[in-house]
Nanobody, 119 residues
Framework: QVQLVESGGGLVQAGGSLRLSCAAS????????MGWFRQAPGRDREFVAA????????RYIDSVKGRFTISSDNAKNTVYLQMNNLKPEDTAVYYC????????????WGQGTQVTVSS
């Protein structure tokens, strides 16, 4: 079992920054991929970014490239999502999730944290 706890959401003006944190525990984290997803009101949940614990490989959706940075601190078992130049369309509940390296399905999820960007 992997437990995930997010923090760091809030209200920010457009152009501002926030950093989300996801503290992970349980399981063999070195064999897992950590991802951030988001869900805006009335929309499907979408993938935002991911990082592989073992080698730091990252991946992003096009709309956040150059603005968001995902990183991991293996000593703290924590994954971060640094979000810069935020836009109103980034408003959503952000979820941390985890999957095995050998799977495409994310099987553990955090409770979510709200990010609201005002124009």
């Amino acid at each position: 079992q992997v437990q995930l706890v997010e923090s760091g959401g809030g209200l920010v003006q457009a152009g501002g920054s926030l950093r989300l944190s996801c503290a992970a525990s349980g399981g063999t984290l070195s064999r897992r991929v950590m991802g951030w997803f988001r869900q805006a009101p009335g929309r499907d949940r979408e993938f935002v970014a991911a990082v592989t614990w073992s080698d730091g490989t990252t991946r992003y959706i096009d709309s956040v490239k150059g603005r968001f940075t995902i990183s991991s601190d293996n000593a703290k078992n924590t994954v971060y999502l640094q979000m810069n130049n935020l836009k109103p369309e980034d408003t959503a509940v952000y979820y941390c999730a985890s999957r095995s390296l050998t799977s495409v399905r994310y099987d553990y999820w955090g409770q979510g944290t709200q990010v609201t960007v005002s124009s």
